[in-house]
T-cell receptor
């Protein structure tokens, strides 16, 4: 069964350092999402891509976060510089265009900023 | 802006009980509603998706219902097992297909 891949699974970094997360969606899924989940809360959308284009990045802290999906397949989310408050689970999801638009999630990257 | 609320925040039941998890949303103009399971430190596993034109979906011991007019969805788990222990999240999808999540219900099934 096809799955969304994410790496790394865990990342510990010091504040002010740069960190990057990678996501490979299910093959053929045109829409890709990055969510952030703070412990004890539900995930919140950071950015949504349709192919290589950004559909919505209104909740992305653009002074320190960036996201790209250059060839419309895999995606990278970067934080520079990391802050203590960025400690969270970063989840990637993908969905096909059409049908139910069901979203499929990857295993996530747990980020700890010290 | 859509707001999704889940009650209760935590629930503990003995094995074998039937139980209901509740989800409410403020904007009834949803495209679909998904229920997810999340184990500690893990990603989300989709359990059931109900499209806006549907009233319920069933998978094994799970049944999810949707009442758009009242802004409510419920997840019914029959004959609960210790392996059902996890956090259950509901999320609504609007016209942009983005998910708005509740904070989840942490379920513990005691053997």
């Amino acid at each position: 069964e096809a799955e969304v891949a994410q790496s790394p699974r865990y990342k510990i970094t010091e504040k002010s350092q740069a960190v990057a997360f990678w996501c490979d969606p299910i093959s053929g899924h045109a829409t890709l999402y990055w969510y952030r989940q703070i412990l004890g809360q539900g995930p919140e959308l950071l950015v949504q891509f349709q192919d290589e284009s950004v559909v919505d990045d209104s909740q992305l802290p653009k002074d320190r976060f960036s996201a790209e999906r250059l060839k419309g397949v895999d995606s990278t989310l970067k934080i520079q510089p990391a802050e203590l408050g960025d400690s969270a689970m970063y989840l990637c999801a993908s969905s096909p265009v059409g049908g139910s638009y069901e979203q499929y999630f990857g295993p996530g990257t747990r980020l700890t900023v010290t | 802006k859509q707001e999704v609320t889940q009650i209760p925040a935590a629930l503990s039941v003995p094995e074998g009980e039937n139980l209901v998890l509740n989800c409410s949303f403020t904007d009834s103009a949803i495209y679909n509603l998904q229920w997810f399971r999340q184990d500690p430190g893990k990603g989300l596993t989709s359990l059931l998706l109900i499209q806006s034109s549907q009233r319920e979906q069933t998978s094994g011991r799970l049944n999810a219902s949707l009442d758009k007019s009242s802004g409510r969805s419920t997840l019914y788990i029959a004959a609960s097992q210790p392996g059902d222990s996890a956090t259950y999240l509901c999320a609504s999808s609007g016209s942009a297909r983005q998910l708005t999540f509740g904070s989840g219900t942490q379920l513990t099934v005691l053997p």
